[in-house]
């Protein structure tokens, strides 16, 4: 605890802010251009996603358009994390060898990379959202709540994948395959709600990545699938996914300097 709390100092802070900003640039999405490019893609997977699931999985949704967007939006964040947090380390080599500072500012930086463009694609869509008329409710006092916990939770498995990325490749294949089947373990383009297998619906119920993307509709008003957990309960899991997360990282610090 006292080396996550020496983060937060003045210069370290800005050495944050500087790895953030050269992350940005390297990104696709880190350019007006790239992100513009990279939205299309979400809005033509949106355009095929009404046009297969909306009839036969999404009857009852308010307004389905903001309903699948929110779903594409999210799961390409954490298939954009996944990928960030694998290569964090391996990318960086350099900086990780040649210099002395806390990694893990790396591993924030990253995340913050990722998470930028997130956010600005979930105001286009709350935008939209509002351009339908759906509601502004008290809920909305907790999308600030939603979006620090979501970041943690970001933060915890990018230093989990961090340190897979350095010293289990092996993993990686594998971990591939099963982030395609957890895919279809999440409601992106379907209501949990509608199947019939009580047993399936604790599986959605308690996939994280379930939690994060009822929440959002949730909040935006266009959920038809109730949250099984409380926000806070979800907040205060996110913190301990980012402890956890953040102190294998510290534990096998030694190993990945000494393994790129």
Known sequence: ?????????????????????????????????????????????????????????????????????????????YVNMSLAGFSCMVYRQKIVMGYTFPRELLILARTGAVFIPYLVELFFILCVAWYFHLPVTAKYLLLPVMIMAQFLFCAGLCSLFAVIGVLHKNVIPFWNVMFRLISFATPIFYLPGKLTSPAANLIYAWNPFTMFMVWIRDIVGTNGFALQLSPWEIAFGSIGVFLFGYGVFCAAEGKIGDSL
């Open 1 to 77: 605890m006292k080396r996550l709390g020496s983060l937060v100092n003045r210069q370290r802070l800005e050495l944050c802010r500087s790895l953030l900003f050269a992350e940005l640039q390297l990104m696709e999405q880190g350019t007006i251009l790239g992100f513009l490019l990279a939205f299309a893609n979400n809005v033509l997977m949106l355009l095929l996603f009404h046009a297969l699931f909306v009839t036969r999985f999404l009857q009852g949704v308010s307004n389905t358009w903001v309903y699948l967007l929110l779903g594409i939006v999210q799961w390409n964040l």
